[in-house]
């Protein structure tokens, strides 16, 4: 079975509030929230993936000091195995908006296991709720 490695980071507000984004209609698992991030390129490592699709979804600009590794998920997908390191950045320059035409929405830590989000996402929730509470 084939290894997708894929970075996602929750980005998180003053308030304490973590930004999700929907998938788009048209892409696999559409309709479900997930965290921002995307597939680590060949020769690319996981915080040079967060910076480039930090800043192509949601037009902003990340330092990689302000990334801090939280954990991560392993799950299993009939076509493939992925692998997703989950970061936490508090800290961007610029104002996350829609750059693909994505919803996105900040949503209480507590309130994640309210939204569908893909099955690789959901083992990352309660970390989110004992950092962030």
């Known amino acids: 079975m084939r290894l997708l490695l894929v970075v996602a980071v929750a980005l998180v507000d003053t308030d304490g509030r973590v930004l999700v984004s929907e998938r788009p209609p048209g892409k696999q698992l559409a309709g479900l929230w997930e965290f921002p991030g995307g597939k680590v390129e060949p020769g690319e490592r996981p915080e040079e993936t ?5 800043h192509e979804e949601l037009g902003i600009a990340v330092e990689e000091p302000c990334l801090a590794p939280l954990t991560f998920a392993s799950h299993a997908y009939p076509e493939f195995h992925l692998l997703m390191p989950l970061y936490v950045c508090r800290r961007w320059t610029g ?3 829609p750059m ?5 929405k900040w949503v209480r830590p507590k309130s994640l296991r309210d939204i569908p989000m893909p099955p690789a ?6 970390y989110l709720i004992d950092l962030l509470g």
């Open 100 to 104: 693909e035409g994505q919803a996105l």
């Open 50 to 54: 967060l910076i480039r699709e930090l």
């Open 95 to 97: 104002t996350p908006r």
């Open 121 to 126: 996402d959901e083992p990352l929730i309660p």
